[in-house]
């Protein structure tokens, strides 16, 4: 099964995230896609760490989420939006090779036999970006989206702090 979460930040998507993956597994996978960028990031992984408990394994991979055999587990993937960040970066901005990289390794991913959860971030649904980097990943960001609602079993959309069921 995929499911698929988006919302804006602060929205409530990883907590329910993580207690859809608890109600699926007594001991899911937190696959972390954040790269450490600098000190105020590291505390915001530290935040997100001490939020699971000991039932969950931690992962963390920047790009190749299918590296790993996730065969018969529950895997919450946090976040999409996080992850196509070291996509941009790597491929400095080409949206086009971006999302195709992306897009090829989401389905690497989820040819696995697991349960996937994906956390992801609405950006454009804000203030018009006011660079064209800026632009270009809102675009990225929002077909990348598109792709894995798409491909999803069931949908959420989070706003403050209420699902509101997709499909």
Known sequence: MIYYITGGQRSGKSSYGQELALSLS???????????????????????QADR??????????????SHDFT???????????WLTNYFVDTKNDVDACLKQAQAEFEKLTSQDADFI???NEIGMGTHAHTEVGRKFTDLQGWMNQ?????????????????????
């Open 26 to 48: 007594n001991n899911p996978v937190y696959l972390a896609t954040a790269r450490h960028w600098d000190g105020d990031f590291e505390k915001r992984i530290e935040r997100h």
């Open 147 to 167: 792709y894995i609602a798409k491909k999803s079993d069931k949908a959420w959309l989070m706003v403050s702090g209420i699902a509101m069921k997709l499909k």
């Open 53 to 66: 408990d000991d039932r969950w394994q931690n992962v963390e991979e920047e790009k190749a989420l299918s």
């Open 118 to 120: 994906f956390i992801s």
């Open 72 to 82: 018969g587990k529950t895997v919450l993937v946090d976040c999409i939006t996080l």
